[in-house]
């Protein structure tokens, strides 16, 4: 099955720590998102990459880094300078700059 | 940059069509306009995508008129399990071709 996978589906984050946040896709697309969403709110952009081993900022990047070091696979990394990270976060691909982007079932991460 | 609105919700009952529209200004005049159904807990999921006039697939239709300042997403006859939240997404113009979504219209449909 074709598709884009996130993993875990829940997460914790402890004060001070790093958690990181799996993005896989084998539907050979170019383009990766991360999103994220607060209850009741709509989509933030935190970062995007248009092709490996390059990705920009997007509007909320601060306390995040990411890397795309594989076509598949672009991790999300939440560090501890992100100091409101209770949120759900969303994955995205897309083939090309269309607006047609295929979406994870997101990751939620909690603070303990 | 562009901008997209759309209402904050709205309430509907079964077997009624609802029209859901999207305002959005400088947006790309040469790319598509595109909609997405979203339920609690999961990633938002495609539904229509168009340029102009009308599209329509078997979920429902787009309609885009010609000065491309809004586009009017169509569900015939819901069923309470198209209670969601729709998003439209458009592409800001020039070479800034970011993605801009709307903050998303909370259908509530009812018995």
């Known amino acids: 099955d074709g598709g884009i996978t996130q993993s875990p589906k829940y997460l914790f984050r402890k004060e001070g720590q790093n958690v990181t946040l799996s993005c896989e896709q084998n539907?050979?697309?170019?383009?990766m998102y991360w999103y994220r969403q607060d209850p009741g709110q709509g989509l933030r952009l935190i970062y995007y990459?248009?092709?490996?081993?390059?990705?920009q900022k997007g509007d909320i990047a601060e306390g995040y880094s990411v890397s795309r070091e594989k076509k598949e696979s672009f991790p999300l990394t939440v560090t501890s300078a992100q100091k409101n990270p209770t949120a759900f976060y969303l994955c995205?691909?897309?083939?090309?700059?269309?607006?047609?982007?295929?979406f994870g079932s997101g990751t939620q991460l909690s603070v303990l | 940059l562009a901008k997209t609105t759309q209402p904050i919700s709205m309430d509907s009952y079964e077997g009624q069509e609802v029209n859901i529209t999207c305002s959005h200004n400088?947006?790309?005049?040469?790319?598509?306009i595109t909609w997405y159904q979203q339920f609690p807990s999961q990633g938002p999921r495609f539904i229509i995508q168009?340029?102009?006039?009308?599209v329509t697939n078997e979920v429902a239709s787009l309609f885009i008129p010609a000065d491309r300042k809004s586009s009017t997403l169509s569900l015939p006859r819901v069923s309470l399990s198209d209670t969601a939240v729709y998003y439209c997404?458009?592409?800001?113009?020039?070479?800034?071709?970011?993605?801009?979504w709307g903050l998303g219209t909370s259908l509530a449909v009812n018995p």
């Open positions: 995205a691909s897309s083939i090309n700059q269309s607006g047609k982007l295929f």
């Open positions: 539907l050979n697309h170019d383009a």
């Open positions: 990459s248009q092709i490996v081993n390059d990705f």
């Open positions: 400088n947006i790309a005049t040469n790319d598509y």
């Open positions: 168009g340029y102009k006039t009308k």
């Open positions: 997404l458009a592409l800001n113009a020039g070479n800034n071709r970011k993605l801009i």
